[in-house]
């Protein structure tokens, strides 16, 4: 399964595995605060980038 990291409802980055996605989390949480890894679902990722594009 892959994760994706989210702050504040948006996705940052690309998928990965669970260990590189707590690293990445790790990583940036000492420059940013409400982080969090979610599990990466395709097809919800493509809907909410289309409703971004569209609107």
């Known amino acids: 399964?892959?994760?994706i990291l989210s702050y504040k409802?948006?996705?940052l980055g690309?998928?990965?595995n669970r260990d590189k996605a707590e690293s990445k989390?790790?990583?940036?949480s000492l420059c940013m605060n409400n982080l969090e890894i979610v599990a990466y679902e395709p097809k919800q990722?493509?809907?909410s980038t289309l409703q971004k594009q569209i609107g």
């Open 1 to 3: 399964m892959y994760y």
């Open 9 to 11: 409802g948006k996705t």
């Open 14 to 16: 690309q998928p990965m």
């Open 25 to 28: 989390l790790k990583q940036l």
């Open 45 to 47: 990722h493509i809907q």
